[in-house]
């Protein structure tokens, strides 16, 4: 029987060293939702990191053997190659790359050649698990090259691939020393998916550009195959969403925090610690918003949620100190005795509270620099019961291009978002239920399991053309 193998660099479920000896903690992400009916269904497997450093033997035997009865398998990363494969060239070199932030991108051969040496390691434990037959799906920037080691061991191999952030434009991907390396790597799949069109164009044309390589209608014609490449906008679990939102629980906590902000009309703004986020400009964005609209002050609270992430990273150090600055001073300068204008959360929320937010929010920010995607849009667009709440949305996240109900700004025009933010709050209710309306539809419609489905359909449909083709 033929089977499904996930990979990507981290497991859906977390495994964390306690007093207690190891635990096994689910993840919540987006893409364990989605992708949780099919790993766990037949006998197919997602294969990842744990999240944590096993060396004995004896435990990575348990760990296997308990990830094992949950469809899962486990790749083993050492310390140094965690710091060299993912910390080094995955979100030293090629996130900023991707991002469009070439200058805070690191060259550096040992992180290169960890890269490499990953992807092998990888490749090794998929081989381990596949059959011939299998379908392989492989996700995301840090593991670029396993599509092709996967089709040099297994040329007859199905082999889908789905890039979750941006892929950038020609004239910022030439600047990797390893470009070439990189594309051949994505070459390796079947299908190839973006998340919009916009970066599938940007791929075509560093394939034609870098390699010689022309396409037509998605197509690439390598020596040996056909690789068909396409855009599939990734969605949300929606009715989780609307469902948590919706509950009893959010409804209570929504009254006592209201109580607590004392009726303040309530900004929200969600991310993971990341400069791609535009974080900072957003802060001071808010700022402008106070200092040209007095009228706001005290009556509008900023509830700014950022996620702890990559903290060994330089410039993820230096950015939590910017916020932090930000943060402390604006606070400083516009609070009162019984109003705070940023409630700064540095830390992950349970999923109840997340959705309590997404409740009671008038407005959501999202205002990345650059995002693959950015699924916070789409879950407070699903949390919306009443349909009531304006949505603040960059250009330059991929969720732009569906969502285009929402406010759409340009994050590095500070006063443009201000005056987004105060377009947001004085907003006839009517204006925003039409526009809350259109957008609920498309995000419930195009949800994380159809996505699943026209990937994989798109997948099996486009490897049996190519067997057809090659038979006759
Ligand atoms: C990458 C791409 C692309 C956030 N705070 C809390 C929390 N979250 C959850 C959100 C959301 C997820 O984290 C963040 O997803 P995003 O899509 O916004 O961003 P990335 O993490 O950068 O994801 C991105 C995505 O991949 C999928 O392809 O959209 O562009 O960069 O689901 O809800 N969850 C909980 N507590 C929090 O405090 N429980």
């Known amino acids: 029987m033929t089977r499904t193998i996930i990979v990507s660099n981290r497991l859906p479920t977390k495994v964390l060293r306690t007093e207690e000896g190891l635990t096994f903690q689910p993840s919540e992400g987006g893409l364990a939702t989605g992708l949780g009916s099919i790993y766990r269904a037949d006998n197919n497997v997602w294969v990842g990191w744990p999240g944590l450093f096993v060396e004995d033997v004896a435990e990575q035997e348990f760990v296997t053997e308990q990830l094992r009865t949950d469809s899962m398998a486990p790749v083993f990363l050492t310390e140094t190659e965690i710091r060299d494969y993912y910390e080094g060239f995955s979100n030293e070199t090629l996130w900023p790359t991707f991002h469009y932030f070439p200058q805070y991108t690191v060259y550096d051969d040992t992180f290169w050649a960890a890269y490499v040496a990953v992807n092998e390691k990888f490749c090794r434990a998929v081989l381990e698990l596949a059959g011939p037959d299998d379908t392989i799906w492989v996700h995301d920037y840090q593991l670029l090259l396993l599509p092709q080691m996967l089709r040099q061991a297994r040329p007859q ?3 889908g691939f789905f890039l979750h952030i ?27 998916g973006f998340h919009t069109f916009g970066y599938m164009r940007h791929f075509l044309s560093s394939v034609s550009q870098l390699l010689g390589l022309s396409s037509q209608n998605g197509r690439i014609e390598t020596a040996t195959r056909t690789v068909l490449v396409d855009a599939f906008p990734m969605g949300i679990d929606y009715e989780r969403y609307a469902q948590a939102a919706a509950s009893e629980e959010a409804r209570q906590h929504e009254q006592e925090y209201r ?16 400069y791609s986020k535009g974080i900072a400009q957003r802060l001071r964005a808010f700022e402008l918003l106070l200092t040209r609209y007095p009228e ?17 990273v330089p410039q993820y150090q230096s950015l939590k100190e910017e916020i932090d600055e930000l943060v402390g001073r604006i606070n400083a300068q516009y609070r009162t005795i019984s109003w705070n204008p940023i409630q700064y959360f540095y830390r992950s929320l349970p999923l109840h509270e997340l959705a309590t937010l997404y409740r009671m929010a008038d407005v959501a920010l999202v205002t990345p620099m650059r995002d693959g995607m950015n699924l916070v849009a789409k879950e407070f667009i699903a949390s919306k019961a009443d349909q009531r709440g304006v949505l603040i949305l960059s250009e330059r996240a991929g969720a732009a291009r569906e969502l285009s109900d929402a406010l759409i700004i340009n994050p590095t025009d500070m006063g443009q978002l201000a005056e987004a933010m105060h377009e947001a709050l004085v907003m006839p209710e009517e204006e925003q239920v039409q526009r809350m309306r259109m957008m609920q539809a498309l995000v419930r419609q195009y949800d994380v399991f159809a996505w699943t489905d026209l ?18």
């Open 166 to 192: 941006p892929f950038p434009s020609y004239e910022l991907l030439r600047a990797l020393p390893w470009r070439a390396e990189l594309l051949q790597g994505m070459l390796g799949a079947d299908l190839i």
């Open 455 to 472: 990937f994989m359909n798109q997948l099996t449909q486009s490897k049996s053309q190519q067997f057809t083709l090659s038979t006759t």
């Open 296 to 312: 706001w002050r005290g009556q509008v609270c900023l509830i700014m949620v950022v996620v702890p992430s990559r903290d060994q």
């Open 157 to 159: 191999a199905t082999i």
């Open 259 to 274: 109580q607590a902000l004392q009726d303040a009309r309530v900004i929200l703004s969600i991310d993971r610690l990341d």
